[in-house]
């Protein structure tokens, strides 16, 4: 699986210019959502009716939601990660689609953070017990 950012690397090169208030204009423009779901879908969605669907499947594959996000530039929390957001990055602040999906990239969950951290803990208490041979080699 690509991460957000290449999704909407790849709906940009498909719909070369931003635009701002709508999801697409004509074959060359989209905002962000609508670059991300060309991306994922790997061509130019001209269907407008499952665009709600395969916007769901992202948000899902994603694991985005559930969550309140605050906006990065003003602050504000927004439910409903990530559908408002991303809209108001594109058409508020003027973020690029770029620039946002790095920003989003940056906003996955990351998995196994749960498993890491006991694997750390161990390795500390491990180095402790190492501190204390060397103060019984001392002695
Ligand atoms: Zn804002």
Redesign the pocket.
């Known amino acids: 699986m690509k991460k957000p950012s290449e999704y909407i690397k790849i709906g940009c090169e498909l719909r070369p210019f931003q635009v701002f208030g709508t999801m697409y204009q004509h074959s060359h423009s989209s905002c962000a959502a609508g670059a991300f779901i060309d991306g994922y879908s790997g061509e130019r969605r001209t269907d407008y009716d499952p665009l709600g669907i395969i916007w769901n499947q992202i948000v899902w594959q994603f694991q985005f939601r559930s969550r309140i996000v605050a906006?990065p530039?003003?602050g504000p929390d927004f439910p409903n990660f990530p559908d408002q957001l991303v809209s108001?990055l594109n058409d508020?602040?003027k973020w690029t689609r770029e620039r946002i999906g790095d920003w989003l990239d940056a906003q996955m969950p990351q998995d196994p953070v749960g498993s890491n951290k006991i694997q750390l803990d161990a390795t500390a208490s491990y180095s402790m017990s190492e501190e204390e041979d060397l103060e019984l080699v001392d002695a």
């Open positions: 906006c530039e003003c108001h508020h602040h």
